[in-house]
């Protein structure tokens, strides 16, 4: 009879193992079914939970409890814990008749050290006589449902687990890396579909956003190289639809996982410029190994010639915002200035007086020919500019309207603006400005222009 019994449960332990290699074939460390059996199990929190690492009661009385409390970390969100790690032997008359053999229950990191006996005591309690257990054993560390039974969770308005460890300091970040190159090793092992190629591929080859999206990194290296080859920094970030409406870009780490070195640092330089831009007193350097973005000095007095002071902080060079030229002071006369005035009074004398021919003699009819028509078409571009644009408020940037509403959203700074008297609108409700009665814009979202011509008959065609 026992010798019928020995060669049952063999049987038996056959059928669990190999139902156990192919559920949970990254769980096992060796194959041999009589032999000593390992199991590296992790422990998978459903979702993630509050961490509250403590420190062990250690004697001393209530005098150490001031101490113990300084030691205690911050709370801790994660969605996994180390792995433990048993080491089994099942006997000849497992399972008919006795449990499996416990020799060592060790925890990575040593986070569970202080409640091993209590575990081994409790996986023993789960086996049953005629049944195998090592389902049931991985089940309920792997789910995490081992932490309810040992006393480790605590339900004190919100779940919290709470682990003690004599170093809470020196166990709090060994947790935080293990979670974190698990969920690393969880997303690179599932598959995923990316929302650009509509391709499941695997997450080794994906690349999961700040937002959540996960997008394949061909997709997003061809449309982050394009943005940034084509200077719109803006786009550089997720390209989900919600995303790209509350204009939401990319951080560095994740640009640098996704591009080369050399574009890095052109986004680098767009975000830079993009930024100084928005200053409406930014000029560039006019070194041409430079053109640096330059912004105006602080405290500088509105009305003192010193505001066209500018000094690039990369090369050092000094020079006037009005005429680009090297800084001349403020008592030598404006380059452009004097330019700009010595062609007005040319351009008042009658041709053929005395004063013109003297002018031209002195410095040349064609140079002054020149000057004047530089002189002209800059004043017929800005009478145009004043005509037929509307400065945005935000960044000073000059907007062009062909067709459409008045409501404007500025492209380089985001700024909500009306196109007809230039004041800003709200972001949330930018229609308020032309449906509150009493303002100048009142019911003049669109601007309507009588198109209507009178009718002209068509050659060769006769009305009846």
């Known amino acids: 009879m026992e010798t019928e019994d020995v060669q049952r449960c063999s049987e038996l332990r056959n059928e669990e193992w190999e139902v156990i290699q192919s559920i949970y074939p990254d769980y096992i460390s060796n194959s041999a079914v009589e032999r000593v059996i ?3 199990i992790p422990v998978e929190l459903s979702q993630p939970t509050r961490i509250l690492v403590v420190p062990e009661d250690a004697p001393g009385g209530p005098s150490n409890a001031a101490n113990q409390a300084q030691n205690i970390n911050e709370p801790l969100s994660l969605g996994s814990l180390p792995p433990l790690l048993l080491e089994i032997i099942l006997p000849p008359l497992y399972p008919l008749h006795l449990p499996p053999t416990i020799l060592s229950v060790h925890a990575t990191h040593s986070w569970f050290d202080s409640k091993t006996a209590q575990l081994s005591q409790r996986l023993v309690g789960l086996w049953q006589a005629g049944e195998g257990s090592l389902y049931t054993w991985i089940e309920w560390i792997r789910s995490a449902d081992f932490l309810d039974d040992i006393g480790l969770i605590v339900i004190d308005g919100e779940k919290c ?4 460890h004599p170093a809470p300091q020196l166990l709090s970040p060994l947790l935080i890396a ?4 698990t969920q690393r090793l969880r997303f690179s092992e599932t598959s995923y579909s990316c929302e650009i190629c509509l391709t499941s591929i695997k997450g080794a080859r994906c690349l999961r956003l700040a937002c959540s999206h996960v997008f394949c990194r061909s997709c997003l290296e061809d449309f982050w190289k394009l943005c940034i080859k084509e200077g719109d920094v803006a786009h550089v970030g997720c390209p989900d639809p919600a995303c790209v409406k509350e204009a939401r870009e990319a951080s560095e780490e994740e640009v640098r996982r996704v591009v080369t070195e050399e574009e890095v640092q052109r986004w680098r330089w767009l975000r830079q410029k993009r930024l100084f831009e928005k200053d ?13 973005p330059v912004s105006r000095p602080p405290n500088v007095d509105e009305d003192s010639p010193w505001e066209r002071l500018r000094t690039c902080s990369e090369c050092g060079y000094s020079f006037c915002a009005y005429c680009r030229r090297a800084w001349h002071g403020t ?7 004097s330019t700009e005035t010595f062609v007005m ?29 530089e002189y002209e078409e800059n004043q017929a571009n800005k009478k145009y500019m004043d005509e037929s644009t509307m400065a945005c408020p935000g960044c000073r940037v000059k907007v062009e309207k062909s067709v459409g509403c008045n409501h404007m959203t500025c492209a ?5 603006f009306c196109y007809r008297c230039g004041v800003k609108l709200r972001r949330l409700n930018p229609y308020l ?3 509150t009665p009493g303002l100048p814009c009142f019911s003049k979202l669109f601007d309507f222009e009588n198109t209507e011509q009178e009718w002209q008959p068509i050659e060769g065609f006769d009305m009846l």
């Open 38 to 40: 390992k199991l590296e």
């Open 161 to 164: 687990i709470r682990i003690p």
């Open 178 to 181: 293990s979670d974190a190159e």
């Open 280 to 292: 409406p007193t930014m000029v560039h350097c006019p070194v041409p190994f430079c053109q640096s």
């Open 331 to 337: 008592i030598n006369e404006c380059t452009m200035s």
């Open 345 to 373: 009074e040319y351009v008042q004398l009658p041709e053929g007086s005395a004063g013109r021919e003297l002018l031209e003699r002195r410095y040349g009819r064609k140079n002054l020919r020149r000057l004047v028509a």
């Open 412 to 416: 380089k700074c985001g700024q909500h």
């Open 433 to 435: 400005h032309f449906s």
